[in-house]
């Protein structure tokens, strides 16, 4: 080995790395790949030196490193010798019966079900029309909320307590969910979270055990869906009537119902209060839980909205769920989740245990945001430019597409969706559409029931009137 050795080191004397760096990490490597065996005995810093032409100086360096590092045992006067148990080579570390599988991880069921599942949608390159979910970070006020980011930063020294849900959002967003939402709650019941589907997240692992039956709308949101079968429950598709869920009396009673009744998620229609007091009693008489997703129920265009079911509910049996994302822009996405507040001390531990934790400097940005007034000017601002692109975009498609699209026009939000003859395939239709530079979602991805039910999904929010018109245009010559 004394000879052997030096023809296993290739030391670039031209190489960015030190001489040093070079011969410690080939050592290193020769010897978890089993290349230099366990007592076998080095050659001295002296004839290793000589045989590599390096100075002695180096290849002490390098040795003493790696004993340092516990790879070589080296004493004065005798040569470093390769310690036991150091070899990373499965061949030599495995019995023979185990060789076979041993570069093999094997996932859990939950993860090899990602494979199979279809949310949530990825759009690669730049947004495009018609992609939904998105607002138009165009029309943001970038310079108000970076004086906020700004001052936040210069803050964060002088804070003194540092609770994981920031005092002042909670309580400058309690005062507008109040006033717009109808929201029933003290600022404490409100957690901010990284995003609005770690929300729902949280609130599936802290309320369902495994077998348990969840609700979803369908077609619906397919976050919820992946959210509770994470979860352990067994999720029942509820389809829809033209008030939404069709609430009726299964076999299985939930323990938990996921609902978005401003804004049914993907049809848009609004559920009337007579439907939101059938399921709060229902769920009542249940003993059930609601999850009231208010994704984009700051935007209503025809009339005032209706209250929210949290604010309706005789029991603290709905948590409600929103996010910035849609009022703002997709880059602050933090959700909310507004909890009963016999159960603040437990879903805030349960926040901590689950990593579900966000920038207190973006939260108390984002509470100035709020209190300045400039969030509030920004949604009433949107609110008339989004109810003119929605106006631009069902005149577009009926001039595009005409009888081969049915639009059901929703009163409030930021996506539309569009119903095709039940013969089309919208799956590939959409694909084509992609293929010519139109985002849009299929329907049927989004029906967890048996249905014939076929359609596209479409976004108006983030698009201008030029960028409508065209995009209608290719679609409208892809289903003539």
């Not at 970070?137 to 909320?145: I, L, S, V, Y």
């Not at 004086?147 to 020294?157: F, I």
């Not at 949101?221 to 033209?242: E, H, K, M, Q, W």
């Not at 430019?385 to 026009?409: F, N, P, S, T």
Request: glycine residues 8%.
């Amino acid at each position: 080995m004394d000879e052997l050795l030096p023809g296993m080191l290739h030391l670039a004397r031209d190489g960015g790395e030190t001489l040093t760096r070079q011969l410690t990490d080939q050592l290193r490597g020769l010897i978890t790949g089993g290349h230099l065996a366990p007592g076998q005995r080095l050659p001295s810093s002296r004839q290793l030196a000589k045989s590599l032409a390096l100075s002695r100086n180096t290849v002490t360096f390098a040795i003493e490193q790696l004993a340092a590092e516990g790879y070589l045992s080296s004493s004065a006067g005798r040569r470093p010798i390769v310690v036991e148990g150091l070899s990373l080579d499965r061949r030599k570390a495995l019995p023979r019966s185990n060789r076979a599988g041993g570069g093999r991880i094997e996932l859990s069921s939950w993860a090899r079900s990602l494979q199979r599942a279809n949310w949530p949608p990825v759009h690669d390159g730049r947004p495009r029309p018609f992609q939904p979910g998105l607002a138009d970070e165009r029309e943001f006020p970038h310079d108000a909320w970076s004086c906020c980011l700004r001052r936040a930063a210069r803050n964060a020294p002088l804070r003194r307590d540092r609770p994981i849900n920031h005092p002042p959002l909670q309580e400058a967003l309690l005062r507008h969910l109040v006033v717009h939402r109808g929201i029933k709650a003290t600022p404490g019941q409100i957690l901010i979270v990284p995003t609005a589907q770690a929300g729902l997240t949280l609130v599936a692992n802290a309320l369902l055990e495994r077998g348990d039956h969840a609700w979803i709308e369908s077609p619906g949101y397919g976050g919820a869906n992946v959210a509770l079968a994470a979860a352990g429950a067994t999720v029942s598709a509820i389809p829809l009537d033209a008030q939404g869920m069709a609430i009726a009396a299964p076999e299985d009673t939930p323990r938990l119902i996921f609902v978005t009744p401003s804004h049914q998620y993907p049809t848009g229609r609004l559920m009337p209060i007579g439907r939101r007091l059938e399921l709060l009693r229902y769920a009542e008489a249940a003993s059930a839980c609601i999850i009231e997703d208010d994704y984009d129920g700051e935007f209503h265009y025809e009339a005032r909205p209706v209250a929210a079911l949290q604010g309706l509910a005789p029991s603290p049996r709905v948590f409600y769920l929103g996010t910035f994302s849609k009022a703002t822009y997709a880059d602050i996405r933090f959700g909310y989740v507004v909890v009963p507040e016999a159960h603040i001390e437990t879903f805030e531990r349960a926040q901590r245990h689950m990593g579900m934790l966000t920038s207190i400097t973006m939260q108390d940005a984002l509470a100035e945001f709020i209190t300045s007034g400039a969030y509030l000017g920004h949604i009433r601002r949107m609110t008339r430019l989004y109810k003119g692109r929605r106006d631009r975009m069902l005149q577009a498609l009926a001039a595009e597409a005409g009888d081969r699209l049915a639009i059901e026009v929703p009163a409030g939000g930021m996506q539309l969706l569009a119903r095709c003859h039940p013969h089309t395939d919208d799956q590939k239709l959409s694909a084509r559409l992609d293929e010519a530079g139109v985002v849009s979602r299929p329907l049927s991805s989004m029906l967890y029931h048996r249905s014939g039910e076929q359609g596209l999904f479409l976004g108006f929010a983030a698009w201008n009137e030029k960028e409508i018109d065209q995009a209608a245009r290719i679609l409208g010559r892809i289903v003539r």
